[in-house]
Every structure is written in structure tokens, then in C-alpha cells.
């Protein structure tokens, strides 16, 4: 479980705004934090990453597991303890040496960001220039750490080919999937995403999410990803928040927040995709719905958000239905 | 014949300046770009202080500083036995102030210029700073370390009144270069000052074009790297 508070003065182009947030999450969960630019969700993370002072604010991470437990396993196991001294430890120690408390301003305490179990993807990747993709990983490796773990994600980000190569050799989706990879490999307990996807093209960022979901369940990680494109957030998380105006204004499941608000519809009904086919620039996706099959023309960005099999809501508020009797 | 050693001393001189000036100038340039300090304006305004300075001003109160009748002088002589004035380890430290401007600035600007993410992920990447420093941060700054490095070595090999005022002309201790080229002009000498004068115009310039080499090859674009 992560309880978050936090309130900081935010300087945005549009003038000051308080933020004033708070929020649990369960471990194991992805939330998304939507909203308008300016919002604050980037600061959220930069908050929880410790990369950004608040003026009131609390973190704390209960629950079992620090981090070092292998993929696959029980997040239960909890070794090395207190042998190990070393500056650059294995991440969760030194939280857990505070009672899980990362930031708590009334006691003064702030938990350094490289003492956090946590793993950060930026923007704009941050990749180390000078460093191929697999240095990058072995970068990120605490001292003493199984090294199998690199091996084990350049085949899961399908990056084996690409491991020799420094990150300007690399397109967009690479090097998110290095990023990514990257913020893996020191085994975090909590991963944090900021627009992750934000700068690639439709057919890659649905790969993408693909890799995210993997990661996520494979390393048990509770991850909270900033996101502005509503089929990602319906895709991986398990929660939303939407900010305005530096609060909270919302917190459920995606379909809950977005199906009601955005569509408040004069026509709907629910079905299944069946066929997804490109024509021309479009593509138009035959949904099964009760026993009738609807085709919708799609993008080709809505399309790659979508799958055969998938459930999904046709919703219309642009048209009036009319009623024709039959016989 | 040429006698060599005051070109020899003048190498000497600079290469010592250089190599203290890394070390000290990596972290002070470091401090100065990452961290907020009320006074930090004031410490960058007395580390470029020498490239205003007339170089006898700086040289005239290290005189004064290291003097044996001076406070800072007599503790240096009494304590440790170390004497400054007239001696070589007295240039070096005196360069080491006169060049630390050409070793910093350069390095402050490479700092700046790194994208703040490098620094960001490495902290979430669970790295102390002397980690993020050595193995992230300067890697990034070949071009900047070069620049820095190149000139304070060049900017040492020129300087002369600092090293009149407090080195004076000692053959072989501290008559270097530019000092030998004033002494063969007094005595005169031209033809002896000219042969000197024709060595460090040919050294500067090769320096500075090394310096303008190494910058077009690393402000390349990064995917020519």
C-alpha cells in the first residue's frame, strides 16, 4: 500500500496553483494519473521520486517485499537485512529502515531518491549517452545484484539484438523500451511512468503497453503512470485519477470515470470487436453487438488501441436516433 | 645555441598547473552548477577575478600573501618550512589561481549544458553523486574536460607578470619562457628573445588549434558518435 500526500505551490504558465493531493494505492496496482497539462501530474511523480520538495507531504510504502525478490516468486522474501552498508544499496533497504516512510515534513525526514525503491521513466527517456543499452542496465544494477536480470529483460523488451548499440542508434520505441528496462533492473518496488508513450506512433505504443503489462506482472511492480490518451489508460490501469487544478476531482476504474463523463450519449450499446480492417486511411472495425455486427470507422491511433475480442461501448451523442415502427 | 630549460620550466609549470586545476576544478565546478547558494555569485565573480585582474595586481598581493614577513608567509615558514616566494612550487600555486577561470568556466558551461534527465535518472537509478559525477556526468563532458584542460595549460605557458612579481628570473627554478624572452630583450638578446618568442607562438597556436579540433569533433551531431 502507498498513502500519498502532499502540497506544494505550483508555478505554472497559467499563474500560481496550489496542489493539495492525496491518495492510497494498493500494491500490485497501476494507477493513471489523467488530466490537463499544468495539472500536476508530473509533479506527483517528481514527488514520490524525490525529485521534487513539497511544503507538507507524506509517503509511506507498507507491505511486504523490498525489491529483491526474484520475478515470479513470493514478494515475501526479505534478505540481506543489515549487512549490507554500502551507499548505493539495494533499493528498499534504507526505506524500510524508516518504517517504509519515504517523506513525512513534520518529522523532517526525506528520504533521498537514490534510497527509494523506485524506478523512474522519463519524458524523454534520459538514457545515458555514452553507454550502450546493456551498460545502461548493468548501470542500474545495485553492487552485489544477480546480473541474470539483465540478460532476463534485453529478452523481454526484445532488446538482445540491439545490446551492443549506444541510444542515438536507437528509434523511439527502442529507446523506451531500454528505458523501461532500465528502470527495471534494480528490482523497484514502485515504477513510475511519465508519459512513457507520448512521443511514439500508434502501432509501437501498443506495443508498448504490451511490454509495460509484462514488466509489471513478471517483477510484481505497483506502477502509477502519468497518461493524457484515454485507450492506454483503459488498457493498463487499474485506477485513475483526473486532476484539475492541482486536486483531485476524480478516483475509480477507468470505465467508471471516462464512460459516464465523456459519454453521456444519446445512443449506446456494448459489444465485442470481431474484425479490424484497414481501408484506405481509416480503418473500420466491425463490433458484435447482441446479434447485430456495427461498423465504425476508426484512426489509425483508435485502431491500434484495439483488438479482436475486445469489449467495448458504441456510444454516438452526434446524431438523434429515430424510431422506425417494423410492419 | 638555445638553452631549452626555461621552455622546459615553462611545460613544467603549466603541466603541474593543468593537472591540479582537474582536480580542483571537477568538483568546484560541479558545486557551482548543481547546487543554490546565496554567495554562489560571489565565489564565480573571485574565480574569474584573474581574467580581469592586471596580472601584477594578483601577483603583487600573492607577493604580499607569501612573503616570510608577511602573516600567511612566516606561518608557511615557520611551520612547515615551505617557502612560496622565488620558488616553483610558489608559481605553481600563484598559476593555479591566475588559470583557474579557463579551467572552470569551461568545465560550469559542460555541466549546464547536460540535460538535467542524466542527472535525474541516475539518482532514481539508486547512484550516490561521486558515482553520477564519474560515471555519468563527465563521461557526457570529453569536450568541455579537453577545452578546460588545453586552456589552462596554454594560459599558464603566457603568463608573466604573476610570475615576475612572486617567481622573479631564477635559471632553471623559476625563469620561465616569457620571463627568459623580457631578459634576452633587456640584455638584449633579440635574436635569442626572437627564437624563444618563435617556440611559444608556434606552441600556443598548435594548443588552440588542437582545442578548435577537438570542439568540431564533439559538437558533432550525436549519431556521427
New interface residues.
Given amino acids: 500500500m502507498i498513502e500519498f500526500r502532499a502540497t506544494k505551490m505550483l508555478h505554472t504558465s497559467s499563474g500560481h496553483q496550489l496542489l493539495d493531493i492525496g491518495f492510497q494505492l494498493k500494491q500490485g496496482s497501476i494507477l493513471a494519473l489523467y488530466g490537463p497539462s499544468g495539472a500536476g501530474k508530473t509533479t506527483i511523480l517528481r514527488i514520490l521520486?524525490?525529485?521534487t520538495d513539497t511544503t507538507t507531504g507524506y509517503i509511506k510504502m507498507s507491505g511486504p517485499g523490498n525489491g529483491n525478490h526474484k520475478g515470479g516468486e513470493s514478494g515475501n522474501s526479505n534478505p540481506s537485512g543489515p549487512g549490507s552498508q554500502s551507499?548505493?544499496?539495494?533499493?528498499g533497504n534504507e526505506s524500510s529502515q524508516t518504517g517504509g516512510i519515504w517523506l513525512d515534513t513534520s518529522r523532517h525526514l526525506n528520504l533521498?531518491?537514490?534510497?527509494r525503491p523506485?524506478?523512474?521513466v522519463?519524458q524523454?527517456?534520459?538514457?545515458?549517452?555514452?553507454l550502450t543499452v546493456r551498460q545502461q542496465l548493468e548501470?542500474?544494477l545495485?553492487k552485489k545484484a544477480d546480473r541474470s536480470i539483465v540478460t532476463e529483460l534485453l529478452t523481454m523488451m526484445e532488446l538482445e539484438e540491439l545490446q551492443h548499440r549506444?541510444p542515438?542508434?536507437l528509434s523511439g520505441g527502442q529507446q523506451q523500451r531500454v528505458a523501461l528496462a532500465?528502470?527495471i533492473a534494480?528490482r523497484p518496488r514502485l515504477l513510475l511512468l511519465d508519459e512513457p508513450l507520448s512521443a511514439l506512433d500508434d502501432e509501437m505504443r501498443y506495443r508498448l503497453q504490451d511490454f509495460i503489462l509484462k514488466a509489471h506482472r513478471f517483477y510484481q511492480l505497483t506502477t502509477i503512470l502519468v497518461s493524457h490518451y484515454l485507450p492506454e489508460i483503459f488498457r493498463l490501469a487499474d485506477e485513475v485519477i483526473v486532476l484539475e487544478n492541482g486536486r483531485i476531482s476524480k478516483q475509480d476504474t477507468a470505465a467508471n470515470i471516462f464512460l459516464e463523463e465523456k459519454i453521456s450519449s444519446k445512443f449506446r450499446a456494448t459489444g465485442e470487436i470481431i474484425d479490424i480492417k484497414p481501408a484506405d486511411i481509416v480503418y473500420i472495425i466491425s463490433i458484435l453487438s447482441a446479434n447485430n455486427i456495427v461498423k465504425v470507422i476508426a484512426t489509425g491511433e483508435e485502431a491500434a488501441a484495439l483488438h479482436i475480442g475486445q469489449k467495448v461501448v458504441v456510444a454516438s451523442k452526434a446524431f438523434n436516433p429515430i424510431i422506425l415502427p417494423l410492419g | 645555441m638555445i638553452d631549452w630549460s626555461p621552455l622546459w620550466l615553462s611545460l613544467r609549470l603549466a603541466f603541474f598547473t593543468m593537472a591540479i586545476l582537474l582536480l580542483l576544478g571537477i568538483p568546484i565546478a560541479w558545486w557551482l552548477a548543481f547546487h543554490r547558494a546565496r554567495w554562489k555569485a560571489a565565489v564565480e565573480a573571485i574565480i574569474s577575478l584573474p581574467m580581469v585582474l592586471p596580472p601584477s595586481v594578483l601577483g603583487f598581493y600573492l607577493l604580499l600573501a607569501f612573503s616570510p614577513a608577511g602573516g600567511f608567509g612566516r606561518l608557511l615558514d615557520q611551520w612547515f618550512d615551505v617557502r612560496l616566494v622565488f620558488t616553483f612550487p610558489g608559481l605553481v600555486i600563484a598559476s593555479i589561481i591566475y588559470s583557474l577561470p579557463f579551467m572552470i568556466n569551461p568545465l560550469l558551461a559542460g555541466f549546464r549544458s547536460l540535460p538535467t534527465g542524466l542527472h535525474e535518472a541516475s539518482r532514481t537509478l539508486g547512484k550516490s553523486d561521486w558515482t553520477t559525477l564519474f560515471r555519468v556526468l563527465l563521461p557526457n563532458m570529453r569536450g568541455p574536460l579537453i577545452t578546460g584542460a588545453v586552456l589552462s595549460f596554454a594560459h599558464t605557458i603566457g603568463e608573466f607578470g604573476v610570475v615576475m612579481m612572486i617567481g622573479g628570473s631564477i635559471p632553471g627554478k623559476t625563469r620561465v619562457a616569457s620571463v627568459a624572452i623580457y631578459d634576452e630583450v633587456q640584455s638584449p638578446h633579440y635574436g635569442q628573445a626572437n627564437r624563444y618568442a618563435l617556440v611559444l607562438l608556434a606552441l600556443s597556436f598548435t594548443i588552440l588549434l588542437l582545442v578548435y579540433l577537438v570542439n568540431h569533433r564533439y559538437n558533432k551531431p550525436k549519431s556521427m558518435l
Fill in positions: 521520486a524525490g525529485l551507499s548505493e544499496t539495494s533499493p533521498p531518491t537514490r534510497h523506485i524506478g523512474f522519463f524523454d527517456f534520459a538514457l545515458f549517452p555514452h548501470f542500474a545495485p549506444k542515438a542508434l532500465r528502470a534494480r
